[in-house]
C-alpha cells in the first residue's frame, strides 16, 4: 500500500522559515520525480516546486524562487521544501506528490499519481 505523508506545517509570522518533509512508502520513491503543491483557501491548487529522481530541482513557482529550496533523499524515501522569508501569501495547505515519471515533465497535476493529505502553513503578517 502507497503512503505519502508530509509534516512539519505550521504557523508563523512573515519573514520566517519552515522545513516540510514528506516521506512516501510502498513505491519505488528513487525512480520517481517529487513535487510539492499547494492550495489556497478559494484558490486553483498550484504547483509549488518539482525535483527529478536523482535531485536535479527542475521546477519553482515564481513566486517562491530564491526563497524555497526543494531537495530530497532518495535513501530515507523522503522530500523536502526549505521555505524561508514566509510571506501571508504562501499560506496555504501544502501537498507532496509522486510523478508517475523519473522527471517533472509535463508538470500537470494529473501526472501525478500519489498524493499525501497535506499539511497546513500559516504565515500571519
Known amino acids: 500500500r502507497v503512503q505519502v505523508v508530509e509534516s512539519g506545517g505550521g504557523f508563523v509570522q512573515a519573514g520566517g522559515s519552515l522545513r516540510l518533509s514528506c516521506t512516501a512508502s510502498g513505491l519505488t520513491f528513487g525512480a520517481r520525480a517529487m513535487g510539492w503543491f499547494r492550495q489556497a483557501p478559494g484558490k486553483e491548487r498550484e504547483a509549488v516546486s518539482c525535483i527529478s529522481w536523482s535531485g536535479i530541482p527542475t521546477y519553482y513557482a515564481d513566486s517562491v524562487k530564491d526563497r524555497f529550496t526543494i531537495s530530497r533523499d532518495n535513501a530515507k524515501s523522503t522530500l523536502y521544501l526549505q521555505m524561508n522569508s514566509l510571506k501571508p501569501e504562501d499560506t496555504a495547505m501544502y501537498y507532496c506528490?509522486?510523478?508517475?515519471?523519473?522527471?517533472?515533465?509535463?508538470?500537470?497535476?494529473?501526472?501525478?499519481?500519489?498524493w499525501g493529505q497535506g499539511t497546513q502553513v500559516t504565515v500571519s503578517s
Open positions: 506528490a509522486a510523478h508517475s515519471h523519473w522527471g517533472c515533465s509535463p508538470l500537470r497535476g494529473d501526472e501525478f499519481d500519489y
